[in-house]
């Protein structure tokens, strides 16, 4: 079957998507570079001037090219086992079948659908409906690949491509939801008039201190954990937190998701009162950072596993993993120590699932994993309800 050759051809908007999330991405960081106070308040400071300048140059190359791409025809074709996909202002993809593990179907819109090709140790593909020239060429397209690579793989996933894509509904990710809005809501409770950072105030009632572990301090665990120190710091968290988890909530469970993340920042939180030099410390990286370990441990152990919505290259997850350790070095203000406290309970809670569970059922959680679960998860709520207590003065 990977021996014939065929071609689909392709509409004049193939290249709009590309174009637009390049431009949005584009002027994103142009933006934050200007706010950030870098740049300075003087028109004819170089620092404003010549990232203004890069911008308009690479936004007049990319509307020529994409003017260029119009008048081309453009077609996804398949040779000798070779699937080649065109790209914006970039040489065309080629992919062998044999390292496509997976082919996933979305629905964007009534009129719009997207087909997300994962390969082995590589990033994901993202095919829209409306690049094809007609409906019935992009279903034809999403079959072939998907029968073609099934006839080269020698895996089964833990997790079926379509029951990833059934469980991206809200309803599947209310855990990640109501944590992601308790950090907004809380930094709104607790930040200045400018919004620019939290109140001192807040930092004094709940930061992590060396006096933590005291009984009557003990509600600082879990006040710190939902308290960030400004946008920037909240944005960042509430990111990674909401891209990595969702991986990790398919993977693992719930139940796992829950653990990792608020036993990883326990973890993180007895480290840095031991050993860290700083006398407050606030937000979830610790949480994060193990639900990253554990992401590693999974990515690693069952490479092939794993639908390509749900799986980076090992590659990918390494590199970031680096850079963020990198980053805990030489930026100061960031407390190490929670994160490495964070980041090496993630891994060791993986590889015990690993060694005691299959690939096929590692997302069965145990009654005792369920319990620590909502035990877990009702101190972190009590402690936090506490805190505001007496931020409020109302003990």
């Known amino acids: 079957m990977t021996s014939l050759t065929t071609a689909w051809l392709l509409s004049s908007t193939y290249t709009t998507r590309p174009l637009r999330s390049t431009l949005v991405a584009g002027t994103a960081l142009l933006i934050i570079y200007l706010t950030s106070g870098t740049a300075g308040s003087s028109l004819t400071n170089w620092s404003l001037i010549v990232p203004c300048a890069v911008y308009a140059a690479l936004l007049i190359v990319f509307l020529i090219q994409h003017n260029k791409n119009k008048m081309t025809i453009h077609e996804i074709s398949v040779n000798d086992g070779i699937l080649s996909i065109p790209r914006f202002c970039c040489k065309p993809h080629s992919i062998p079948f044999r390292e496509i593990k997976s082919i996933e179907k979305y629905s964007i819109s009534k009129t719009n659908s997207t087909a997300l090709i994962g390969r082995f140790n590589n990033s994901p593909i993202f095919i829209d409906k409306i690049g094809f020239s007609t409906a019935d060429d992009f279903d034809e397209f999403v079959s072939f690949v998907e029968r073609c690579a099934s006839e080269n793989r020698s895996v089964e996933f833990t997790q079926s491509p379509a029951s990833i894509a059934g469980r991206s509904d809200a309803k599947s990710q209310c855990a990640i939801i109501i944590i992601s809005l308790t950090w907004l809501v809380s930094y709104a409770l607790v930040c200045t008039s400018g919004i620019n950072e ?92 193990g639900l990253l370990g554990a992401y590693f441990v999974m990515i690693v152990r069952y490479p092939q596993r794993f639908p390509g919505s749900i799986s980076v290259s090992r590659r990918s997850i390494t590199l970031l993993l680096t850079l963020q350790l990198i980053s805990d070095i030489i930026i100061p203000g960031i407390d190490a120590l929670s994160h490495v406290g964070g980041l090496l309970f993630g891994v060791v809670y993986a590889y015990l699932i690993t060694r005691f569970c299959t690939a096929v059922n590692c997302d069965s959680t145990s009654p005792v994993e369920i319990r620590v679960a909502l035990g877990a998860s009702f101190l972190y709520i009590a402690g936090l309800v506490y805190f505001f207590s007496l931020y409020f003065d109302l003990l």
């Open 198 to 289: 939290i109140s001192e105030s807040a930092i004094a009632h709940g930061a992590l201190t060396k006096d933590t572990f005291k009984l009557d301090e003990l509600y600082r665990i879990p006040s710190s954990f939902f308290l960030h120190l400004n946008p920037f710091h909240l944005g960042l968290n509430v990111l990674t937190f909401a891209i990595i988890s969702r991986n990790i909530e398919i993977i693992l469970g719930r139940a796992r998701l829950l653990n990792i993340l608020i036993l990883s920042a326990v973890s993180g939180a007895l480290l840095s009162c031991a050993f860290s030099s700083y006398s407050a410390v606030i937000g979830a990286s610790g949480g994060i950072l």
